[in-house]
Structures are given as structure tokens and as C-alpha cells.
Nanobody, 125 residues
């Protein structure tokens, strides 16, 4: 059975860093487009970063460009988050099986096949 399990969330001060991980079961990370999303109460789920299969091309939401880095190995997806800001506070979700848009991974939640359970990130000022 396919599954995604996030880890690495927590509380950090503004300017700090966190690294999220997402371990896949039943899904070969290298073979599917994967992404990180985040959501705060009352708002839509927002695409943060995506990585496609061929070439490992990455793409990012405007609000995190230059601060976040998505990467993967055979069975785990990562999100390195630097220079965190209070606005980055959210529940972060790992996602797999997204569609491609040209050379990029779609960051549309409607294109996700599998979701993780989410991990909370809280950034204090």
C-alpha cells in the first residue's frame, strides 16, 4: 500500500532553519513527480516546491524562492528551509504523483495522487 510519512517539523525562531523529510512506502520517489505543500487554517493549500523525475528539475513558489530547497534520494523527499519567517508557519504536506507542466512539477493540489499526513512548522518572531 502506498504511503507518505513526513517528519522534521517543529518550532523555530525567525531566521532559523528546519529540514523536513518524507519517507515513501510503496512509491519509488525517483519515478514520480513530488512536491511539498503547506496550509494554514482558513486558507487554500499552497504549493511550496516541486521536483520532477527526469533530470530532477525543481520549481518553487514565489514566496520561498532562494530560501527553500527540495531534494530527494531513492525513497525520501526533503525540504530544506532556511531564513524562516513567521509567514512560513503552516502544516507542511508531502505529495506524490503530480503531473508535469513543461519541465516543472505542477503545484496544483488537484493534481496530487498521494498525500502525507502533514507536519507542523511554527516560526516565532
Amino acid at each position: 500500500r502506498e504511503g507518505l510519512a513526513e517528519a522534521g517539523g517543529g518550532a523555530v525562531q525567525s531566521g532559523g532553519s528546519l529540514r523536513l523529510s518524507c519517507k515513501a512506502s510503496g512509491i519509488t520517489v525517483a519515478n514520480v513527480a513530488m512536491a511539498w505543500f503547506r496550509q494554514v487554517p482558513g486558507k487554500d493549500r499552497e504549493g511550496v516546491a516541486g521536483i520532477v523525475t527526469i533530470g530532477g528539475h525543481t520549481n518553487y513558489g514565489e514566496s520561498v524562492k532562494g530560501r527553500f530547497t527540495i531534494s530527494r534520494d531513492k525513497n525520501t523527499l526533503y525540504l530544506q528551509m532556511n531564513s524562516l519567517e513567521p509567514e512560513d508557519s503552516a502544516v507542511y504536506y508531502c505529495a506524490a504523483g503530480l503531473t508535469r507542466v513543461d519541465t516543472s512539477c505542477s503545484l496544483n493540489p488537484a493534481s496530487v495522487s498521494y498525500w502525507g499526513q502533514g507536519t507542523q512548522v511554527t516560526v516565532s518572531s
